[in-house]
């Protein structure tokens, strides 16, 4: 089943597409190549369709198997039965197929269970014409694309391949080919199997369309993105080729161009929630922090989308990166979107950027607020203790900061920082001796080399003071 999700994504054919090809092909040129009819003709009942089916003329000897007089004989007998019994005549053909006849009737009997959508047994059948007749061609082809069907790429590549070497191959069998290889990763091969099959039908976007993403994954980036281009001038609504030629030039490092994909994409009514997300992204590592919130708030604007979470992440990003109003946008929005189903731990989070945002905007009691009401809700949340600390460390209330960092000093997981904190906090008043022991206990739980050389400095101020 994998095999065949990974074909439908190299190769660009959706299962209906590929449906569609196949009943085609077993119509009109599965048994034994035969040429379209008429239009509106029954092709079973059309003479030059029947001279064919009974090998009476084109049949290549090096890559053909003969048959025999009275085999001649069933297949004309089945003829009247293939436009209107199928089944009856797979019953009648395999009553007549025995280990010592004619590969061909093995062949005909596969592509009657073709027919009947028994791609099994058709693979069965195919399989014993070959192994009768080796260089059967034509049984080489359709066990390849019989293989396609049931997601046996490993057989088809096999399949496709001796009928190569055989002397066939078509624009179908060497794009399924390039199918095959890709849904193998052997990106190498499928590419060259898409421009064979290109060659024999230039203008197919399957193919083109199974090319670039090989390309792309052979990290032939430059060749993608003109592919790409190409493509998108003839077939600019689809957003597959904007989302493809984004991520080359992603791998490019051109985010700006990418961003410009994505934009289109936007406005071709393509863009999802983690397209968007990604181009809010895009802008901040740009520095472009107004357009950033404006693709974040569209992200949350969409119909049905439902991760609080990654919209939470864009207004902590934004927050980080100093602009205040846009995270206070993207907040005011979640709450509308999401209100008290928000689950527990984004509240607290929404909520700890809110102090942050409040500190940050000069309101310190608004943010110490906050804050109390997060630690009302979980007072063993470690990081509000310390952003409490941090908030009256900042309006001179140092008994009251050292409160809080003490409380998070006991917590697994924010000591060290705590401890840290907590020294920094003695040594602004002067306080060496005191801190001493707590730098020392950081750093014996997390060593890091920025607080050994911040207790160097502090162990000689220490000494000083004796």
């Not at 379209?36 to 059309?46: R, T």
Request: proline residues 3%.
């Amino acid at each position: 089943m994998q095999d065949a999700r990974s074909l439908a994504l190299f190769g660009g054919i959706g299962v209906l597409r590929f449906g569609r090809i196949l009943a085609r092909l077993a119509w009109l040129t599965v048994f034994l190549g035969a040429a379209p009819a008429l239009a509106g003709e029954d092709p079973w009942k059309s003479p030059e369709f029947q001279k064919q089916f009974l090998g009476t003329y084109g049949v290549l000897a090096e890559v053909e198997p003969r048959i025999s007089p009275e085999e001649r004989a069933v297949l004309e007998k089945i003829i009247p039965l293939l436009s209107g019994n199928l089944s009856k005549a797979a019953e009648q053909l395999a009553a007549a197929t025995t280990p010592a006849s004619s590969a061909l009737l093995d062949f005909t009997l596969g592509n009657i269970h073709f027919q009947l959508d028994q791609p099994g047994e058709a693979q069965k059948h195919y399989r014993r014409a070959v192994e009768k007749f080796p260089s059967f061609l034509r049984a080489h082809k359709n066990l390849g694309l019989v293989c396609v069907r049931l997601g046996k790429t490993a057989d088809a590549i096999k399949a496709f391949t001796r009928m190569i070497e055989l002397g066939g191959g078509d624009s179908l069998s060497y794009g399924l080919l390039g199918q095959a290889h890709a849904s193998q990763e052997d990106f190498l091969a499928a590419e060259s199997a898409y421009r064979q099959a290109l060659l024999l039908q230039p203008d197919s976007l399957d193919w083109k369309m199974g090319l670039v993403r090989c390309l792309f994954r052979e990290q032939k980036l430059a060749e993608a993105v003109a592919m790409c281009g190409e493509l998108i001038e003839k077939y600019p609504e689809r957003a597959d080729l904007w989302q493809l030629q984004a991520s080359a030039y992603l791998g490019l490092k051109e985010p700006l161009k990418a961003a410009e994909n994505y934009e289109m994409l936007s406005r071709l009514g393509h863009a999802d929630a983690e397209t968007l997300y990604t181009l809010g992204d895009l802008y901040v590592n740009e520095s472009l922090l107004d357009l950033a919130a404006r693709a974040y708030l569209r992200a949350l604007e969409l119909k049905g989308e439902t991760d609080a979470g990654r919209g939470l992440r864009s207004a902590e990003i934004l927050s980080a990166r100093g602009a205040t109003e846009a995270a206070k946008r993207i907040l005011a929005r979640i709450q509308e979107r999401f209100g008290e189903s928000l689950p527990d731990d984004l509240k607290s989070r929404s909520l700890k950027l809110q102090a942050r945002i409040a500190a940050t905007s000069g309101s310190g009691q608004e943010s110490a607020r906050i804050l109390e009401e997060i630690l009302a809700m979980n007072p063993l949340d470690g990081e509000a203790l310390m952003l409490l600390a941090q908030q009256f460390a900042k309006t001179g209330e140092i008994e009251k900061a050292a409160f809080y960092l003490e409380r998070a000093e006991g917590l697994e997981g924010f000591e060290a920082e705590a401890r840290v904190r907590h020294a920094q906090l003695l040594v602004r008043q002067s306080k060496f001796t005191e801190a001493l022991p707590l730098l020392k206990r950081a750093q014996e739980i997390k060593p890091r080399e920025e607080v050994a050389s911040y207790l160097e400095q502090v162990e000689r101020a220490a000494r000083s003071q004796r």
